[in-house]
C-alpha cells in the first residue's frame, strides 16, 4: 500500500475512527448517512453566508419546494481572512488557506503564491476537477446571489449541514466545527464521559484518593478543550495520496515519510500512559475524505482520532520512540529524517 516510499525514512502513524466501542455503546447513535445536495447563495454579509437549502435531501432549492435558508457565519467556514466586495458590485470574494502535503512526494517540493491558486466562481462542487500540489494552496470563491454550491446534509430528523464541496479535491467540513456536535465526531468518548450523570465535575474536588483518580477526573475536560482548541486554530495539515490499510474494529494505519513530517512540521505522537492506563483516548485528530472515484459514486468521509505512532525500519520493524520533550520536538524529527 505504500509503494515507491523508502519505508527506511517511514514514520507509522496508527489511529482509530470515531466509530470504534464507546463507553456504553447503547448510547451511541448510528452515523445518518450523507445526502448530496445543491444550495444556492441567498445573500452575504460582513458576518455570515445565506444559504438556501432544501427540505429534504434529493430535492432542488427554492421557497417553491419548501426550501428554507440557514447562515453560516465565516468564522464557522474558517476563511482565510475577511470576505471583500469586488468594485461596489454584489460579488463577494472569499478566501481559504490549506497547507497541502503530499504523501508520495518530495520533502523539497513546495508551491505556493499565484503558481499554488484555485480562482473558482459560478457554480461550484465536486464536478470540478482539481490538481492538489504540495505547499500553500489559496483557493478564491466568488459569490453572488443565485450561485449553486454542492453541499452535503445528514442526520436524523431535520438534516444538518455537513460539508460544503469545492471541487473534487477540496472541501470545508462543517461537522467537526459545530460546537458541542463537532466534539462528538471528533472525540465521542470524552463527550460521554462528560455526560455521566452523579459525577462531580473534577474543579470541584478537593482531594483525590490516588493519581489515577485524577487522570480520570479530569481527561475528559482536557480532551474536549484539546480538541476545542485544534479545530479554532486552523493550523491543520490537507494530506493527499494517502495510502491507507485498514484493518479490524475500525482501525487503519497509514505512512508518513519521516523526511516529509520533517520537511512539514508535522508532529504527531501516541497517546500518553501511565502504570493506571491511558490518559488520554486521542493525541490528534483527523477529518477524512474519499472523493468519488467516479461520477455514478458518492463521497465517503468520516473522523478519526489518532492513538499510536511509530518508526518503521528498513526490515519492517516498528519503534515506538519516547516522547520529544517540549521544544525539541523539531530536533527529534530531524533525527527521525537522517
Excluded at 478564491?140 to 443565485?146: A, F, P, Y
Excluded at 458541542?180 to 478537593?206: K, N
Excluded at 474536549?224 to 487503519?252: C, H, K, M, P, Y
Aim: aromatic share 6%; net charge negative; hydrophobic share 35%.
Amino acid at each position: 500500500h505504500c509503494a515507491g516510499l523508502n519505508r527506511g525514512s517511514d514514520s507509522e502513524c496508527e489511529w482509530k475512527l470515531s466509530t470504534a466501542p464507546r463507553p456504553s455503546a447503547a448510547d451511541a447513535a448510528p452515523r445518518a448517512p450523507t445526502e448530496d445536495v445543491l444550495g444556492d447563495v441567498r445573500n452575504t454579509s460582513k458576518e455570515c453566508l445565506a444559504l438556501g437549502l432544501p427540505s429534504r435531501a434529493g430535492s432542488s432549492c427554492g421557497a417553491a419546494q419548501g426550501g428554507h435558508t440557514t447562515q453560516l457565519d465565516w468564522s464557522l467556514l474558517q476563511i482565510a481572512e475577511p470576505p471583500t466586495w469586488l468594485d461596489d458590485s454584489e460579488v463577494t470574494e472569499v478566501k481559504w488557506k490549506a497547507h497541502c502535503v503530499d504523501m508520495r512526494g518530495r520533502p523539497s517540493d513546495f508551491i505556493s503564491g499565484k503558481q499554488n491558486t484555485c480562482c473558482l466562481e459560478n457554480a461550484v462542487g465536486s464536478w470540478l476537477h482539481q490538481r492538489l500540489r504540495p505547499g500553500i494552496l489559496e483557493v478564491e470563491l466568488r459569490l453572488q446571489r443565485g450561485q449553486q454550491i454542492h453541499v452535503q446534509m445528514g442526520g436524523a430528523g431535520r438534516p444538518k449541514l455537513r460539508r460544503m464541496v469545492l471541487t473534487n479535491q477540496f472541501s470545508v467540513c462543517l461537522e467537526h466545527r459545530h460546537g458541542e456536535d463537532g466534539l462528538c465526531c471528533l472525540c465521542p468518548e470524552a463527550l460521554f464521559e462528560s455526560r455521566v450523570p452523579g459525577i462531580s465535575p473534577a474543579s470541584d474536588v478537593m482531594l483525590w484518593e490516588s493519581s489515577a483518580d485524577y487522570v480520570a477526573g479530569w481527561r475528559a475536560a482536557v480532551e474536549l478543550e484539546a480538541a476545542a482548541s485544534v479545530v479554532e486554530d486552523g493550523e491543520s495539515r490537507l494530506f493527499f495520496n494517502v495510502d491507507i490499510t485498514w484493518g479490524q474494529a475500525g482501525v487503519a494505519f497509514f505512512e508518513i515519510p519521516a523526511s516529509v513530517a520533517a520537511a512539514h512540521k508535522i508532529k504527531l505522537r501516541s497517546v500518553v500512559e501511565n502504570s493506571d492506563g491511558p490518559s488520554e483516548w486521542a493525541s490528534a485528530w483527523l477529518c477524512l475524505r474519499r472523493p468519488a472515484p467516479t461520477p455514478s459514486d458518492r463521497d465517503w468521509s468520516g473522523h478519526a482520532a489518532v492513538f499510536k505512532t511509530s518508526i518503521v525500519d528498513d526490515e519492517d520493524n516498528e519503534q515506538t520512540p519516547g516522547h520529544a520533550s517540549i521544544g525539541e520536538d523539531d530536533e527529534w524529527l530531524q533525527r527521525a529524517a537522517a
